[in-house]
C-alpha cells in the first residue's frame, strides 16, 4: 500500500518535498517510483529508487533539480523538489515493482505495477 503526500501550490524557484508511505511490503527487493500526470499531457516518470539501487534514476527534465531517497527503516521514500518549474505542475504519484532495481528502457521509467494515490503539485509562474 502506497500513500503519496506533500504535494501543494509553490511559486516558480520554490521547493517542496514529497513523502511516500510504503506499508505492508513483506520483502526487501522493491523499487518505488514516482510519476507525474499533467493535463494533456502524458505520464512521465520522474525518477526511481530501488532498495538496492547504487544510483537513482531522474527524467532529463528534473535532473539537478530533484532528489529521491529511501528511508528502509519507516519504508518512506522521499522526492524533494527544488527549483521548480510550472512545467513541474501536474499530479504526483509514487508507484512500485518488485525487484531492487528500477527498470528503465531508452532512458525512460518504465511504468509499474502497483500504485499509490496523487499528490497535485501546482507551480505558479
Known amino acids: 500500500q502506497l500513500q503519496a503526500s506533500g504535494g501543494g501550490l509553490v511559486q516558480a524557484g520554490g521547493s517542496l518535498r514529497l513523502s511516500c508511505a510504503a506499508n505492508?511490503?513483506?520483502?526487501?527487493?522493491?523499487?518505488i517510483g514516482w510519476f507525474r500526470q499533467a493535463p494533456g499531457k502524458e505520464r512521465e516518470g520522474v525518477s526511481c529508487i530501488g532498495s538496492r539501487d547504487r544510483s537513482p534514476y531522474y527524467a532529463d527534465s528534473v535532473k539537478g533539480r530533484f532528489t529521491i531517497s529511501l528511508d528502509k527503516i519507516k519504508n518512506m521514500v522521499y522526492l524533494q523538489m527544488n527549483n521548480l518549474k510550472p512545467e513541474d505542475t501536474g499530479i504526483y504519484h509514487c508507484?512500485?515493482?518488485?525487484?531492487?532495481?528500477?527498470?528503465?528502457?531508452?532512458?525512460?521509467?518504465?511504468?509499474?505495477?502497483?500504485w499509490g494515490n496523487g499528490t497535485q503539485v501546482t507551480v505558479s509562474s
Open positions: 508507484a512500485t515493482d518488485g525487484g531492487p532495481f528500477c527498470t528503465v528502457k531508452g532512458g525512460v521509467l518504465s511504468d509499474m505495477d502497483f
Open positions: 505492508g511490503f513483506t520483502s526487501d527487493a522493491y523499487t
